[in-house]
């Protein structure tokens, strides 16, 4: 038996890279071609694979190690003949996975192939598959875009997959898509008209090419469903497009509850390749390796613990029998598929899309409503004093400009109540409950686009007429559509008023990763007994819904019940 030292093969433009992950360690008995470890550098990762079959002795390289073409990462005890320490060819190397488009992009990996149609033009623009390496005849398996959507350059248009890698089809230009060229299932080659935009061309030289996959990637194909990171309305428009073509049936598809986050499950192309194999959304899994980063192991344990029941994942929830056509497959959910029904046989119809926010809002509750065990306790609340004393204010404050709202009084009474019950404060972590210290409280706002939740921080800080004030700010902003990202993070709890509309009671959810909800309805005076008569009250119906894996009945029942007492009478959040 030969001892061969394994180096790194010409890993093309990459100065140095970094080790990533060992996938093997000394002892391990090994294949030809095997992956050995994943490198890593700003623009893509990439692994290994060994040039020979053999038993590992001795690595040479570890975690965090830079390494460059001809470095030895191991040192092989081989099996059978061996020639020479032949580093493996270049052909059995090929990034696979790659960190974004945008990096992919400026790769020199990446070909880049000047687009006749593009250069100087503007108005209406062909787009056409540039060059992606030794590949033909490559299946579309995930369409990005369809007509009517804003393309950004450089902006994923559909996903191609060959037998050995899959890469993202950026659009060289951007415009508004007036025509795809191309469906899920079709095979498509360099040069084929994939797209027609109406827009602002870009300049040739810069025009768009594929993540890079030039060869036989012996790696697997980086999962379509992970790999990609879209924008949301591309994000949008391709769950729309799994759900409503037949052929998205056997392609993994988009998790449509996962609102897009804009950043990839870190993991090597092997482990994307195992999560697949096995069905795991990569974007559930927590990564326990350094950065975050997803291995071998977190996917098995992730695995177990669906299998045992201890989690019931997001995407099980998604990969609902609409979106596939199909029945029930036992694990999971197992629900019977989505009714398809031909409205048109029944009347006239008309077809809307779901806003931006519908859709971003809809996914989220979606997930928390499955996720979540919801239970939901039912209350009232005698207000009669306090709205008296609400008015009197209103009326004295007229001037001031301000008016002070039922709803800052509740969320100065939630305050009150969470301190009381910690655990309505707080968040789930695996096995761990996240007590926060601090009191942001968000409130469920209707906009003509949708429902948006914009938060008060430190809301323990602030009187009742500043935080009216606030909210009347930023329901004014919810309105005009104008409310950042920053609005609507860090919330502990929510509450959601319908006061000003109607109704009497209802089940609101929650809003993950809070653990409680507080559901508001309109107030009307009824007879109370108060022991001798009945006296003409003003009764606020309460509604909390609350996560039942970390709140018990009793402590709910108790908080409704202790939120009542503060209502009724004020002066107790002073205690
Ligand atoms: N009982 C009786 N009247 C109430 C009340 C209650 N619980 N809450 C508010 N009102 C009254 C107000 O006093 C006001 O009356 P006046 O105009 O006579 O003063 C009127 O109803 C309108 O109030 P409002 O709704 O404009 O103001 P608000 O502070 O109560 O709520 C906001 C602000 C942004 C929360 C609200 O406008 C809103 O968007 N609510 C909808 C939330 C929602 O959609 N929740 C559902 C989420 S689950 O799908």
């Known amino acids: ?3 061969v030292e394994i180096q790194v093969p010409d890993i093309g433009d990459f100065d140095e890279v970094t080790v990533i992950e060992l996938l093997v360690k000394p002892g391990d008995s090994i294949q030809a071609d095997q992956s050995l470890l994943t490198v890593e550098s700003d623009k893509a990762s990439m692994e290994i694979p060994s040039s020979h079959a053999g038993v ?19 040192l092989l005890e ?13 052909e059995k190397m090929a990034p696979v996975q790659v960190n974004n488009v945008e990096t992919a992009i400026d790769s020199g990996a990446s070909a880049s192939v000047p687009d006749p149609s593009v250069a100087g033009a503007s108005g209406v623009i062909e787009i056409r598959v540039p060059d992606i390496g030794d590949f033909k005849d490559v299946t579309v398996i995930e369409v990005l875009a369809k007509p009517g959507d804003v393309v950004k350059v450089e902006q994923s248009l559909v996903t191609v997959e060959s037998d050995k890698a899959s890469m993202e089809i950026p659009s060289s230009s951007a415009g508004v898509l007036k025509e795809l060229k191309v469906k899920l299932g079709d095979k498509i080659n360099i040069g084929d008209l994939l797209a027609v935009l109406e827009g602002t061309a870009r300049p040739a030289a810069s025009a768009a090419a594929p993540a890079p996959a030039t060869a036989s990637v012996e790696a697997a194909p980086a999962d379509a469903s992970q790999a990609s990171a879209p924008p949301p309305a591309a994000a949008a428009s391709a769950a729309a497009a799994a759900s409503s073509s037949s052929a998205s049936a056997s392609q993994p598809a988009h998790d449509p509850t996962v609102a897009p986050s804009g950043a990839l499950p870190h993991a090597s192309p092997s482990v994307r390749k195992f999560a697949r194999e096995l069905g795991v959304p990569l974007a559930e899994v927590k990564g326990g390796g350094p950065n975050g980063r997803i291995t071998l192991e977190d996917v098995q344990a992730f695995t177990k613990s669906v299998m045992s029941g201890e989690a019931r994942t997001q995407a099980q929830a998604a990969r609902s029998p609409a979106a596939s056509g199909t029945g029930g497959s036992g694990v999971g959910l197992d629900l019977l598929p989505w009714p398809k029904v031909d409205f048109t046989k029944f009347g006239d119809v008309e077809r809307k899309d779901l806003s931006r926010i519908k859709k971003i809002s809809g996914a989220n509750l979606h997930r928390n409503w499955v996720m979540i065990p919801h239970v939901c306790n039912h209350d009232d609340a005698d207000i009669t004093e306090l709205e008296n004393f609400r008015v009197l204010m209103n009326k004295e404050n007229e001037k001031a400009g301000v008016k002070i709202t ?7 009474a939630s305050v009150a109540a969470l301190k009381k019950f910690p655990e309505f404060n707080a968040s789930l972590d695996g096995d761990q409950l996240v007590l926060k210290k601090y009191y942001n409280v968000a409130f469920a706002a209707d906009t003509p686009n949708g429902l948006v939740v914009p938060v008060i921080k430190n809301a323990d800080q602030k009187g009742v007429v ?4 606030e ?20 919330a502990c709890f929510t509450i959601s008023s319908l006061g000003g509309i109607g109704g009497r009671y209802f089940t609101p959810i929650i809003n993950a990763p809070e653990v409680a909800i507080l559901g508001v309805c309109k107030s009307q005076t009824e007879p109370v007994w108060d022991g001798k008569v009945f006296q003409p009250r003003l009764m606020l119906p309460l509604s909390l819904s609350w996560d039942h894996r970390v709140i018990d009945g009793a402590a709910a029942a108790r908080f409704n019940a202790y939120l009542g007492q503060i209502l009724g009478d004020f002066r107790r959040v002073l205690l």
């Open 1 to 3: 038996m030969a001892m």
């Open 56 to 74: 590992v002795k001795e690595l040479r390289v570890k975690l965090g190690d830079k390494v460059k073409q001809g470095s030895v990462v191991l």
């Open 78 to 90: 081989a099996a059978g003949a061996v020639s020479a320490a032949a580093p493996v060819s270049e």
């Open 406 to 412: 039922m709803l800052a009084f509740l969320i100065k």
């Open 466 to 469: 500043q935080i009216s004030q």
């Open 471 to 490: 909210m009347g700010e930023l329901a004014k902003k919810a309105r005009d559509g104008k409310l950042g990202p920053a609005d609507m993070q860090g």
